[in-house]
């Protein structure tokens, strides 16, 4: 039993994690989840947006180790409470994170509701959505590979409901997730944007009625497919040079069934 | 420290369970929650539907007693994988177990998807729909009160939105939620079916294009607020003299916010 | 059809939830659920605290009115955004929002994170606590009725399995829920602590090895059932005067089974 | 616009979906999900055993194609509710909606809880256990490329923690998730049972007290970390001939925090 000096105490007290391990079996990813805490992102404006992040932390751990250190994955985090969150101080928590756990690759999946402020089309009442987003990086081949996630809330209206039916047509509110591997400055805020405008027409808090009535027109006027949001989205990552690797998936909360119409694009597969 | 013989050894082990507790606080409920099980529920029409329940066991505790015997819910689950659900079973089933954890009352709660067949309205095919449905069974002055719940989509079509726009009208996917308390044979198909027909459409497994007209033009001429939907579902339990009390709900899952509009009326507010 | 001027155009809008409704049905609840929205709330200390809250809204409706202007809620809420929720805060926002929707009574509920700084029991380190908290206010007799609840995550280990075991005795995280009624000013933090205090062990963010010997050591000397900790909880609340209801659930997520034990006391039932 | 005859009519309803597309994207995978089904699994003894499914189904889409026929999927479904569901039926399933949809690949995914008889390890009373089983099907190089993936709960306790307090351990309820790809017979009970071995100890429906101290000390006997529990597992499967890829994940709900500890290990990265 190898015993280690506890930083809180004077006596030993056994470093089980630290023994030796002799199975042969390297461990791909241990670590912590579903650990939250506060974190905080700026926005394309520079405004700091606090965010209540759920977070999870993973190590390569080697063959001939018995297990890794939890508690320092956490210290970590307590140390960063004042961590403006984006691309580059990610990779930077990596790279402390690997070191200070002693491991040669890391992961950290970082997510969070986030908030931006849009205007109603017609009244120009301001209201604030809200949009699940995912930071991720990890160790590969010594560098950090960082993508980002969002998930938008859109109405898709369907376009053979449209053309087949006298009046009327079937729409719902529709889930489109976005993820970039980028090393580039990409403001969440200019993703979300972009894949709005792809949908029969974007969501928002506040709609007076003026507003309603333009809402509705435009997903009218612009019937889409599950298959023609993830194209059209597709279509506008691809010609985009700081986007490395990305994927669209697109998932219709179908009105006029009790299930999902789901689409997938991805640039690797 | 009291000890008592266990059934399957010859040394006695202590029941602390059978304690004697001197907090002078009595426990509303206490029993188990989130068992999952195979059950057997009869349909209208006689056919009995294999269905994976989740279910909570509860009884009263008095002030004097420590603790209850866990593991009697169990065992009493097992020696029941043969039971056909319904509010008689139920109330038979609620009794038994008062009886065997030698208690003054219970409580009950079963939840199960549960599936209808339903034919599309213009093709004829017919497929599978499914509803969440609860039965909860609780000693009241010593009878079973017995109610069901039923979680039903449908769609809604906002009526606002169709007055305003010169053409189109959002729509959605909304869940009616209906809970009645009775002592009568009231079937849960019945009751699925009273609610759908108060919606701008019921919702389909299968729809073919001719079908997906019907429905789109059927909600554009049927709108209905989430105000409309629990009110119309209300007048047709306040008028059935098998149904004591009642509580309708509505959520519309709106297609042009990232929020719900919901509505709820209760016989007993 | 009645017209109404919409604030944003010069043109009339109908206002369709302003027609008469000839029902004869008063609706309990009728607004907006599962809305996210920033939100401050301070703590103990003062610090403000930024919280990502998810949000009900809710008016009652006469018999006579056919619906309710959905967006005045989003709107109250976006004029709010630098809101420091408390519970004096709260019953002036409930105020408010019946007035601007024109109502007689309404109800809030208000969910969020919430972080607390704890120190680790031996060597002293320090980090964050997250927990789940509810505020609601609630229009009876034309005053606010407002409640706090709280999740509180904490170790239970059983006191059966310890007496009847040579060694060793199963354990688990459990979850104590509990709501109170207050008029008075009532720290969220300082429920959270004394609910720790009637648990087996509280739990911590980071623990070095020092403190898990004393954490695990500290819930093995102090076993307790779920029907323990909802008793010993309901002690301290029953005695505290600002406390005017209150109800304590607790669920352990069993060790040894793939089901939870639950119990519940309320001062009212 | 292309029309086509609906089944159902007399009248040319325009096919939407088979329009041709300009955008020169073709979709990875389009399809349903979330549809939920009753299917039947049989298990080791031959015993068929009802399901409720939860079902995604899809296709790749080519680039000239707008839409897939969504309703297809559906339908196939519908001819399928005696559908004794292995890995062989999945992959006559799998071809069956390929050629039907009218595509070169597909991808089913079918979950569902299933039951294991268990018997207590002293008493021999038994009960049942539940499982979340997953089968996938994917068409790679023209064949069914299958997988099988369950999550069993088990009991895990902390070796850290036993080996450096006086008394006691802290433990906790564990999920460990498996999945592998087979073309052999491989049933699930074996499967699940080849997983519970590995674990502190396994979790049973019921447990009498006798029972109670056995699993107690078993645990205490049995430490492992996360770590431990999936080298464990995997060095199982390694060297099982039948099985030609797999991952190993478990996840400890640690009874300690308010997250999770987690690893895992797969044959491929």
Same mark, same amino acid.
């Given at each position: 039993?190898?015993?280690?000096?506890?930083?809180?105490?004077?006596?030993?007290?056994?470093?089980?994690?630290?023994?030796?391990?002799?199975r042969?079996?390297?461990?791909?990813?241990?670590?912590?989840?579903?650990?939250?805490?506060?974190?905080?992102?700026?926005?394309?404006?520079?405004?700091?947006?606090?965010?209540?992040?759920?977070?999870?932390?993973f190590?390569?751990?080697?063959?001939?180790?018995?297990?890794?250190?939890? !508690?320092? $994955?956490?210290?970590?985090?307590?140390?960063?409470?004042?961590?403006?969150?984006n691309?580059?101080?990610?990779? @930077?928590?990596?790279?402390?994170?690997v070191?200070?756990? @002693?491991?040669?690759?890391?992961?950290?999946?970082?997510? $969070?509701?986030w $908030?931006?402020?849009?205007?109603?089309?017609?009244s120009?009442?301001?209201?604030?959505?809200?949009?699940?987003?995912?930071?991720?990086?990890?160790?590969?081949?010594?560098?950090? @590979?960082?993508?980002?996630?969002?998930?938008?809330?859109?109405? !898709?209206?369907?376009?053979c409901?449209?053309? =087949?039916?006298?009046?009327?047509?079937?729409?719902?509110?529709? /889930?489109?997730?976005?993820?970039?591997?980028?090393? &580039?400055?990409l403001?969440?805020?200019?993703?979300?944007?972009?894949?709005?405008?792809?949908?029969?027409?974007?969501?928002?808090?506040?709609?007076?009625?003026?507003?309603?009535?333009?809402?509705?027109e435009?997903?009218? &006027?612009?019937?889409?497919?599950?298959?023609? =949001?993830?194209?059209?989205?597709?279509?506008?990552?691809?010609?985009?040079?700081?986007?490395?690797?990305?994927?669209?998936?697109?998932?219709?909360?179908?009105? =006029?069934?009790? /299930?999902?119409?789901?689409a997938?694009?991805? !640039?690797?597969?």
């Open positions: 039993v190898a015993a280690s000096q506890d930083a809180s105490g004077t006596d030993p007290i056994a470093d089980v994690q630290g023994w030796r391990d002799n042969h079996i390297a461990i791909n990813w241990v670590g912590v989840r579903d650990v939250r805490h506060p974190l905080t992102v700026r926005d394309r404006s520079d405004t700091a947006q606090p965010v209540t992040a759920t977070i999870g932390m190590v390569g751990l080697p063959a001939d180790r018995k297990g890794t250190h939890m !508690s320092r $994955f956490l210290e970590l985090l307590g140390e960063n409470t004042a961590l403006e969150l691309t580059a101080s990610l990779g @930077d928590l990596l790279k402390t994170m070191t200070r756990l @002693d491991a040669e690759t890391g992961r950290i999946e970082i997510s $969070f509701a $908030f931006m402020r849009k205007v109603a089309p017609v120009g009442v301001a209201s604030l959505c809200d949009y699940e987003v995912t930071l991720r990086s990890e160790t590969v081949d010594g560098r950090a @590979d960082t993508s980002i996630e969002v998930v938008v809330p859109v109405t !898709s209206l369907c376009p409901s449209k053309e =087949i039916s006298d009046y009327g047509a079937h729409n719902q509110r529709s /889930h489109v997730t976005v993820r970039v591997g980028t090393d &580039d400055v403001f969440i805020d200019e993703l979300i944007e972009r894949i709005e405008a792809q949908a029969s027409s974007e969501v928002y808090g506040v709609l007076k009625r003026a507003d309603e009535k333009f809402v509705t435009r997903a009218y &006027d612009n019937p889409k497919f599950v298959e023609d =949001i993830v194209r059209d989205v597709a279509a506008t990552l691809r010609d985009d040079s700081r986007v490395k690797a990305w994927t669209v998936t697109c998932e219709n909360f179908e009105s =006029i069934h009790n /299930h999902s119409a789901w997938t694009i991805s !640039s690797t597969d």
